[in-house]
């Protein structure tokens, strides 16, 4: 792709800064500096490096000792990294975001309509505007679900949707994440060391504030208590110390005041879940699970799982305990439901969608199937059920043989992948070594849905650090920033 | 506080007492080698990795170098970096119970520990032992400054006290027959030596001279370190602070009675309150101390039976 240098002043404070067809957070397409980004950009220029690299360096290690790590998987067991942090925040204008936002709030409606409907009566089926066979085939379908009552009706009330923003200009969805979406402690965490490394540059803005993203949390999990239960006791449900969010499960348990369990602290009888504690059994009403489906419950799901608590899902069928989210919320982010969410939200909503998808092969068809196959260098490919970046095919960085893999792996299994297109989505500055350059970065914006939807201003912006990688996830060399969302 | 949370919260205090008793006895054991090499120095490591408490199969023979055995050898539950190890792996599965301040302490101590291993970037075996040494007495500083002093707090102090009577008790169980049988009453300065070292282990030394003056008898260590009242590692002071510990956790929980538990811990520190010296040489020392280990085993045991490995149908009976 063709590349363009900066036009002075800044091609000789910024040599290696290239524009090209992506769109540039910081720069026009015509080398000016976007307005809201002018004061940031010149408090960097005016730093001097070897201080730019202190600040840094004390903001490295405040997150090593304070144990902000996350640990990979697929090395050595239990290898702590700390998540790769940029210092120079991203601007999102006053204006963007209310856009982003209320695209946001219509999507999680549409999707919880979605989920409760085909929980229940099936009416989008017999409309036949999504087939049935679509959503039965998903693998987070969960029988067990159909016909039970939720809270509230809210299935996903804590979210997280992944935004990518094209060449355009414009913010479309690459993915819902309405399972247990994770990163919202890395949000939190960067906005305080933001704050402490570089306090004057922050005051220098006008920035909405994220920091009570714990108290909403809490009030949206205690809105969701089962009836007559007017207080609530909550607790947040982690897998353990080897899970790769074990630090932010902590960091949100503390946040709010309310107990960090695991499926051995708990137990069902008659169907109520209660904690073991030194005053002995005490009854649980809400659990705030990051535990994944499959483990939640032995008895239910995977029998093999031993970080679930056996009986879960009766006690949840009884009416006694809220889970957050709901079992098989899933179904509506699998990938090929994804293609059908502009129907979704037509279907429940009667508007057109604020915030467009991203445009997505289905590979069930056999004519896109053949286009995709085709095409692969230039594809995207992904499994449906799948998150965090694994198993998938990003076309122009593959080999022959990876790409002879997918094709096999495509035609044994076409309901199990789509396709996109590589998308060249935003640039955002990065202070990469000592010096200045454009990576690419998503958003992560989060959402909480109880009595009513509230989106913190912002979310986790991730940089995919390597030059020219389109990868952003941390267990892929990804890394973050702060996002500061500008007051208009 | 939910049980496995206290759980965590105890072996957090026993691990780490145990680290700073290994440093020491380490620390003091490597000196008293250097006054006297030349007498059976094979006698002296084999108690010396008694008292550390080494697994039986690692104590076959002289190793070759005890101080990474010691230090650093993970293989080695009894190492120090085992059991800051252990602790920081407890502490990390209650991170949202303790300050954030005793995270970052222990969690610090740990890296600097295992940086220390790996580049070996320590200039004697003294100073790395006191880097560590300083290392938990900040956590346990912090422990007290910036934690709240319920529930959590106890069982991290039980667990300490726990394991320093333990330590201490077992410490002049396998002293006893090397020091204090002197052969016709003759003292000599290699004899002073080990009771020095006795003391210096439990950091009694300068505390003992306050009270007795230099002037070192048997029957004076073995009543300083276990009967005296004020010193913080004497058997006496520990079982006290043990007795305070259980009885903070018992005013917080006021739902259980836990009569047996407070009977034994009871019964042990009054029989160590009215204790005298002559007393106990009088009967069968070695024996005395292994009854004193007994009864906390006992007490332990009786911790986890109300506390934390409760059934669930006794819960459910209350």
Redesign the interface.
């Known amino acids: 792709m063709a590349t363009t240098r900066l036009p002075p002043p800044y091609d000789a404070a910024l040599p290696d800064y290239h524009i090209d067809g992506a769109y540039d957070e910081m720069f026009g397409a015509d080398g000016r500096v976007r307005p809201e980004y002018e004061k940031l950009l010149q408090a960097f220029l005016d730093m001097p490096a070897d201080e730019l690299q202190a600040r840094k360096l004390s903001s490295d290690a405040s997150f090593?000792?304070?144990?902000v790590t996350f640990t990979v998987y697929g090395r050595e067991e239990g290898t702590e990294r700390i998540f790769p942090y940029d210092l120079l925040p991203r601007l999102i204008t006053g204006k963007e975001w209310e856009q982003i936002e209320k695209g946001l709030m219509q999507r999680i409606t549409a999707l919880n309509l979605f989920l409760h409907d085909v929980y229940h009566e099936g009416k989008i089926f017999s409309d036949n505007v999504v087939p049935r066979e679509v959503v039965y085939t998903c693998k987070h379908f969960r029988r067990e679900m159909r016909g039970l009552q939720v809270p509230r009706n809210i299935y996903i009330a804590i979210t997280g949707t992944d935004l990518l923003r094209l060449d355009n200009g414009e913010f479309v969805v690459l993915e819902d994440n309405l399972r247990v979406p994770s990163g919202v402690s890395y949000m939190l965490t960067n906005r305080r060391a933001m704050k402490r490394t570089l306090p004057n540059l922050f005051l220098s803005y006008r920035i909405r504030p994220i920091d009570h993203y714990s108290q909403l949390l809490l009030s949206t999990l205690r809105s969701l208590a089962p009836e007559g239960r007017p207080e609530p006791t909550i607790v947040l449900l982690t897998p353990?110390?080897y899970n790769s969010a074990?630090?932010e499960h902590?960091?949100l348990?503390?946040q709010m005041g309310v107990?960090?369990?695991?499926g051995?602290?708990l137990?069902v009888?008659d169907n109520i879940v209660y904690?073991?504690?030194?005053?002995?059994?005490r009854r649980v009403d809400v659990i705030y699970r990051r535990v994944d489906d499959d483990f939640c419950d032995p008895l239910a799901f995977r029998s093999d799982s031993i970080l679930g608590v056996a009986g879960l899902l009766n006690a949840y069928r009884a009416g006694n305990v809220t889970l957050a989210n709901a079992f098989g919320t899933g179904l509506a982010d699998d990938k090929a439901i994804y293609a059908w969410v502009p129907q979704i939200i037509r279907y429940y909503l009667h508007e057109d969608p604020i915030l467009n998808n991203v445009e997505t092969y289905l590979l069930t068809d056999a004519r896109k199937r053949q286009h995709v196959i085709e095409n692969l260098e230039k594809m995207v490919v992904k499994p449906v059920g799948e998150s965090g970046g694994y198993g998938m095919l990003v076309g122009p960085a593959s080999t022959s043989e990876e790409r002879e893999k997918f094709k096999d792996l495509i035609q044994a299994d076409p309901r199990n992948f789509i396709a996109q297109p590589v998308l060249n989505f935003s640039r955002a500055p990065c202070l990469i070594g000592d010096h200045i350059e454009p990576r690419h970065v998503d958003l992560r914006p989060y959402i909480l849905f109880g009595d009513q939807i509230n989106i913190v201003p912002g979310g986790l912006t991730r940089v995919a650090l390597q030059r020219g990688s389109l990868v952003v996830n941390s267990s892929q060399g990804g890394g973050s920033k702060d996002t500061w969302v500008l007051e208009s | 506080m939910l049980s496995r949370v206290a759980d965590s919260l105890y072996w957090i205090g026993r691990y780490l007492e145990r680290a700073e008793h290994s440093i020491r006895v380490l620390d003091v054991s490597l000196n008293l080698m250097l006054e006297r090499p030349e007498t059976r120095p094979e006698g002296r490591s084999h108690r010396l990795m008694h008292i550390l408490m080494v697994p039986k199969i690692l104590q076959r023979g002289e190793p070759d170098d005890l101080v990474d055995m010691m230090c650093f050898d993970v293989a080695n539950s009894a190492s120090i970096a085992a059991c800051i190890g252990a602790a920081r792996e407890n502490a990390r599965q209650v991170r949202d119970e303790i300050s954030s301040e005793q995270w970052q302490k222990l969690n610090q101590l740990y890296h600097n520990m295992m940086e220390m291993r790996s580049e070996q970037s320590y200039a004697t075996v003294s100073d790395l032992l006191q880097t560590l040494h300083d290392g938990l007495h900040l956590f346990e500083g912090v422990t007290d400054t910036t934690m709240l002093h319920g529930e959590g707090w106890h069982f991290i102090r039980a667990g300490r006290y726990m394991e320093r009577s333990t330590a201490i008790a077992t410490l002049l169980v396998l002293y006893y027959p090397h020091a204090f049988n002197i052969p016709g009453g003759v003292i000599e300065s290699t004899q002073y030596l080990e009771w020095v070292g006795l003391l210096r282990c439990c950091t009694a030394f300068e505390a003992f001279c306050t009270v007795y003056t230099t002037d070192i008898t048997p029957e004076r260590v073995l009543e300083f370190l276990l009967l005296n009242p004020l010193f913080p590692h004497s058997l006496r002071y520990s079982v006290n602070c043990l007795f305070d510990a259980l009885s903070g956790i018992q005013t917080e929980r006021r739902r259980y009675p836990s009569d047996e538990l407070a009977r034994r811990a009871g019964k042990l520190q009054a029989s160590l309150s009215f204790a005298q010296i002559d007393e106990i040489l009088e009967q069968d020392t070695a024996g005395y101390l292994r009854d004193v280990l007994e009864q906390s085993r006992m007490i332990q045991e009786l911790i986890y039976r109300l506390y934390i490995s409760y059934s669930v149908d006794t819960a459910l009976a209350v």
């Open positions: 090593m000792t304070q144990g353990g110390v074990y630090f902590t960091y348990a503390r107990e960090l369990v695991q051995r602290d137990l009888h904690m073991r504690t030194t005053a002995g059994l």
